[in-house]
């Protein structure tokens, strides 16, 4: 096992909540994100997973730094980055790239495409000399699979898919060595998440990148990942490899999260045992007691109420070794199966259609 | 049959020309129902929808062609005041975006009594006990004192129980839901659906549900129609679609979704792009994408072929994709 | 750190895919009208977009078009621009060179003549004093238009930097700014013109130009600090601030780019505005006084004899209405082709 290149310790980020209009008063603070921990190991892809305002977008945004943590360590390479300024900060920056979720909002409609690519380097000088600079962007289109004749196009030009990819190709620039995505398909259609998922894939091959990859579309994060944490407002609640998690969870909250997602097979209609889970999740100015989804749990006891349980491999557990001993913030886990097993077994089957023109 | 939708063509005009948007859709839905209508964003599938229920925009759309025969009238040749009467209490819609298809500025209880007060003539009084009724029947915690509360001070998947109790208020013979979970949660996705199914059932509906999530599509339609550049390419019961699918367009989008249950290698990604709609192709719509394409597929447009009782598919080659 | 290889790399077996039927330009910016799906019609769904120019593929031949092109094409296809801009044109060549179309000084009256009707060589008639309306008229674009140009040139300058800066810094200064445009909207334009212009002894446009910034920048800066916060949360501020950039570089490349919009359409709506309070200014005697030549000062002159030489206030009235319609059609066209959205 390879050593952590990104290793995120209690990282908390609250925003205070203020009244007034000239003279503010703290009446609160929404906890985004409160307490999390993680590490991303070098060529390895962390998919996070979490429903809206669960604090992975704002997790994302720590670990490129357009948030300053509230409290925590995020170490780079064993560097805590977090009160890095100046020029240690620009080269942190240089290895930590981010892809946006929206490909339309997240490209600057006043500027050409070859701008857009080539800003990493007028930015970061040191890294391409300026009479290189355009040969490289049409690289990076060619790496993304655009056509580089479009380098002088403008962003409307081009449709959602393809506006991801040259947001790719701006991460990609500066040869990062992690890539944070933040819902990077969760925009586009379902044939061209396809495509930019294979992508993202092939890239990482390509140039030994790390991914954390923060999406809701449970499927999608397993296809990538090879490990998964789950997010529950603020917190990491159980964390492991992606079989791990995904065939022998312990959480109830993942769980319940996995046995909600559909399936597109009308005959796990019938066989299929749902958790619907009561309510909706709590306000994060207002966070729970003690354990913050017993309030949604069917496994809620007393204890719950009282004890704040820990990110660990649980009790019952830890002597064996199997995959339900990962790591799982619940005083009462067990091991449940939701997805059910052996519906279209792996097999040439899968391959129908793939034959090609 | 409760809705019949026959040979439904509708077109925008653009400042760059005329978008064909649906060319020839006919889908039929049965009380009791539900038909998923399937197709990406820009296959005619919310524009046929709209059509159906008279809220589309004219201009720049326009029907150029077809019949939409409810309870055996063509609503198309109905006067807009006939129209208006059976939209709502006859049919109703659900739409994507709750926060927005609510007033934020009356209070939910006084949106939904409004329904009551409009259509049944009602008073206002017993219009706000209907409307505490209806959310409780929507399971909406603590109706009675939230129904003088804000849209705003409901999460998003109360609103869509508030949009959907509206929907419902005068028991319509036809909901049409647009993506009515799409801008939800997983979680609340499943609560939402869930209830929706089982009103439906309650009330005998009719449901179309318009999609684009495979996922949602097999938990709880019965019959589906896929959708493609403003045409229905196949149409099959839900079982079938999903074991054998007759058209290669079907086929590239279920092979396409990773599945939870298998972790895959390389997605399978339909390659090219979707037509334009002011300029699509010549005989099959599909057929620059499509993997079997021959060249008959270029020039005649396929028909809807019958596979067997209640299947169709718009491919030269059904068989072949069949029983590929 | 592997280097990414110039010669194309392996590919996804459909990576290669023959141009389809279409162009995304037509369909990414096409603003149907016809609500979501149609745009997204047209601009979803892709492919590799690796062969340039296939049989009937995208190719080079189709130009790079920029926002600014594509707002400056849809401008010219608008007969209200058209209009609109020619009078403008008009008005800048005469106020530029006001003796191209007259022949005498606005100044050389003839009391023997006054409040005479149209003649050879005088069209509009004669003023109360005698002078010759059409000369006046023609001369009184010049104080008009300058005070307009140089009045809004000023407002904009200040409001947007100011308003800009509040908006992107926020905190503080932007609070304490915020209030300072609140006091200012609370002051009554005409009456501030006339308590503060009264004391004003030189018979320059300065003066005048001088009230209408003091007044006028809060009204753009808050435009423009409402257009920046909007820009502001955009993700591709956040890319830029991702990778580095200063804040100098995100406020000139990524902001100021997509926020200055609002503030040209709004100044060229305030241009008319100020051209007509600098006549309102005149009418009331404490903007420009004789003998310098306003359409003001002539209306005010002229309304006396209103019953006896209508034309004497007409022409200059009619000159002024025309002017700020000309302008305002301006800044509407304008909104409309940087905007299509709002149509």
């Not at chain 1, 006043?110 to 930015?123: A, L, N, Q, S």
């Not at chain 1, 003690?290 to 949604?296: P, S, V």
């Not at chain 1, 809620?300 to 995959?323: D, I, K, M, N, W």
């Not at chain 2, 599945?259 to 895959?264: I, M, N, T, V």
Request: net charge neutral.
């Amino acid at each position: 096992m390879t050593e952590p290149i990104l290793e995120v310790s209690g990282l908390v980020k609250h925003y205070p909540l203020t009244q007034g209009i000239l003279f503010k008063k703290q009446v609160g603070s929404v906890k985004a994100v409160d307490g999390v921990d993680f590490a991303l190991r070098r060529g390895e892809t962390l998919g996070i997973v979490g429903e809206s305002g669960c604090g992975k977008s704002t997790v994302a945004k720590m670990l490129v730094n357009l948030e300053r943590p509230t409290e925590g360590r995020i170490r780079y390479k064993g560097e805590d980055i977090t009160k890095l300024s100046g020029k240690a900060l620009r080269t942190v920056r240089r290895n930590i790239q981010m892809v946006f979720q929206d490909p339309y909002t997240s490209l600057n409609p006043r500027m050409t495409v070859g701008d857009i690519i080539g800003e990493p380097f007028e930015i970061h000088p040191e890294v391409a000399p300026k009479g290189d600079r355009r040969a490289r962007v049409r690289e990076l289109l060619d790496v993304v699979g655009l056509n580089p004749e479009y380098i002088n196009r403008y962003p409307h030009q081009f449709s959602g898919g393809q506006r991801q990819r040259i947001g790719i190709a701006r991460g990609l620039a500066l040869r990062p060595e992690v890539i944070v995505a933040d819902e990077p398909v969760s925009a586009l259609d379902v044939s061209v998440q396809a495509q930019v998922i294979n992508l993202l894939d092939r890239l990482q091959a390509e140039f030994e990148l790390s991914y954390l990859f923060i999406a809701h579309d449970l499927s999608i994060v397993r296809h990538i990942s090879d490990r998964v944490g789950v997010m529950y407002l603020g917190r990491i609640v159980e964390i492991g490899r992606d079989a791990e998690i995904y065939d022998h969870p312990t959480h109830p909250y993942t769980q319940a999260l996995l046995s909600a997602v559909p399936v597109p097979d009308p005959e796990a209609r019938e066989q299929r045992d749902r958790i619907i889970l009561a309510g909706d999740v709590p306000s994060p100015t207002n966070i729970p007691s003690g354990c913050r989804f017993r309030t949604r749990c069917w496994k809620a006891q007393e204890r719950c109420t009282r004890e704040v349980p820990l990110l660990a491999v649980p009790e019952e557990f830890r002597r064996v070794s199997g995959p339900a001993a990962h790591d799982s913030a619940c005083h009462f886990a067990e091991e449940k199966r939701v997805v059910p097993p052996g519906q279209r077994p792996p097999g040439p089957t899968d391959d129908l259609g793939k034959e090609g023109p | 049959m409760l809705l019949e939708v026959r040979d439904l063509q509708v077109e925008f005009r653009t400042r760059d020309g005329i978008a064909k948007a649906v060319n020839g859709v006919s889908y039929a839905v049965d009380a009791g129902e539900t038909l998923a209508v399937l197709g990406e964003s820009g296959s005619g599938k919310s524009v046929t929808a709209q059509a159906v229920m008279g809220i589309l925009d004219i201009p720049p759309g326009r029907i150029t062609g077809g019949e939409i025969l409810f309870q055996g009238r063509d609503l198309l040749k109905l006067k807009e005041d006939e129209r208006r009467k059976v939209r709502g209490a006859e049919m109703a819609m659900i739409f994507q975006d709750a926060l927005s298809s609510l007033n934020p500025v009356l209070s939910v209880g006084d949106q939904l009594g409004e329904m009551f007060v409009v259509h049944r003539g009602m008073s206002r009084k017993d219009a706000r006990t209907k409307a505490v009724e209806l959310m409780d029947h929507v399971r909406i915690p603590a109706a009675r004192e939230r129904v003088k509360d804000y849209p705003h001070q409901f999460s998003g998947g109360m609103r869509q129980r508030i949009m959907i109790a509206m929907a419902l208020a005068l028991e319509p013979a036809l909901i049409i839901a647009d993506e009515p979970t799409t801008a939800l949660d997983v979680t609340v996705q499943a609560q939402v659906m869930d209830l929706l199914a089982e009103l439906q059932r309650e009330y005998h509906m009719g449901l179309i549900l318009i999609t684009h999530d495979l996922g949602v599509v097999a938990d709880v339609a019965d019959r589906i129609a896929v959708m493609y550049a403003g045409r229905i390419v196949e149409s099959a019961p839900v079982h079938d679609i999903y074991k054998a699918p007759a058209h290669p367009y079907t086929r590239g989008l279920l092979d396409s979704i990773p599945r939870l249950d298998q972790k895959g290698q390389e997605l399978y990604a339909i390659k090219g792009l979707p037509p334009n709609l002011m300029n699509i192709p010549p005989g099959c719509a599909f057929n620059p994408r499509c993997p079997m394409a021959q060249d008959v597929c270029r020039t005649d447009v396929p028909p809807l072929y019958e596979v067997s009782g209640e299947r169709r598919s718009a491919c030269h080659f059904w068989r072949e994709c069949l029983h590929d | 750190m592997p280097e990414p290889t110039p010669e194309p790399e392996p590919r996804l077996p459909d990576a290669h895919v023959p141009g389809p039927a279409r162009t995304p330009q037509e369909g990414a910016i096409a603003d149907t009208g016809a609500g979501g799906t149609m745009d997204l019609a047209t601009a979803e769904g892709e492919s590799l977009e690796k062969t340039p120019g296939g049989p009937l593929g995208t190719g080079p031949a189709e130009k790079p078009r920029s926002l600014w092109s594509d707002a400056w094409r849809d401008l010219r296809r608008n007969p209200v621009f058209i209009v609109s801009g020619l009078i403008i044109l008009f008005l800048v060549f005469i106020s530029l060179w006001p003796g191209a179309i007259t022949w005498m000084s606005p100044l050389k009256c003839d009391l023997a003549k006054a409040q005479e009707g149209s003649q050879p060589g005088h069209p509009f008639g004669f003023d109360g004093q005698g002078c010759d309306v059409y000369t006046r008229t023609v001369y009184g674009a010049r104080t008009s238009v300058s005070v307009g140009v140089c009045a809004t040139l000023g407002v904009a300058l200040l409001g947007s930097v100011l308003g800009g800066l509040a908006g992107f810094f926020g905190g503080a200064g932007d609070s304490v700014l915020s209030r300072i445009t609140d006091i200012f909207f609370a002051i009554p334009v005409v009456l501030g013109g006339l308590v503060l212009l009264s004391v004003v002894t030189s018979n320059t446009i300065w003066p005048v130009i001088g009230f209408m910034v003091l007044l006028g920048w809060p009204q753009i800066s808050r435009i423009a600090r409402g257009s920046v916060i909007t820009a502001k949360q955009n993700d591709y501020v956040q890319a830029a601030r991702a990778l580095g950039a200063s804040n100098s570089r995100i406020l000139l490349r990524h902001i100021a780019p997509n926020a200055v919009a609002p503030v040209i359409v709004v100044a060229t709506i305030a241009l008319g505005t100020y051209i007509s309070l600098e006549a309102t200014l005149s009418y009331l005697g404490v903007g420009l006084k004789p003998p310098r030549v306003s359409w003001g000062i002539d209306i005010s002159a002229a309304s006396p004899y209103i019953r006896n030489a209508p034309h004497a206030l007409l022409w200059p009235s009619g000159a002024l209405a025309v002017t700020v319609l000309a302008f305002i059609m301006l800044g509407d066209a304008v909104r409309d082709a940087l905007d299509p959205k709002l149509r």
